[in-house]
């Protein structure tokens, strides 16, 4: 028998400065800096998990949040069924 059942993926958990990093990858001349990304973190607009003094972030959380303004992701379907608008 075939699993059905979607698989979640792992999530690219980044510290602060290699969240900036890896921005600074894709983009040289991007505007965000460490203390804003900081700053996004403490007044909780981006979810992140505190680890001892140390703050990770989901990566795909932050460049959903740096194109769109927020932090809603689309919702996970199971085998294509999806809600229908009323």
């Known amino acids: 028998m075939i699993n059905t059942i979607p698989t979640r993926k792992t999530a690219h958990m980044r510290g602060i400065k290699q969240a900036i990093e890896e921005i600074k990858q894709a983009d040289p001349y991007t505007a965000l800096t460490e203390k ?5 973190i403490l007044t909780k607009e981006i979810p992140s998990v505190k680890i001892g003094a140390k703050y990770l972030i989901n990566m795909d959380v932050l460049n959903n949040y740096l194109c769109t ?13 999806r809600k229908i608008a009323e």
């Not at 804003?36 to 996004?40: D, G, M, P, V």
């Open 36 to 40: 804003a990304l900081r700053r996004l």
């Open 69 to 81: 303004g927020t932090t809603e992701s689309e919702p996970i379907t199971a085998a294509g069924i």
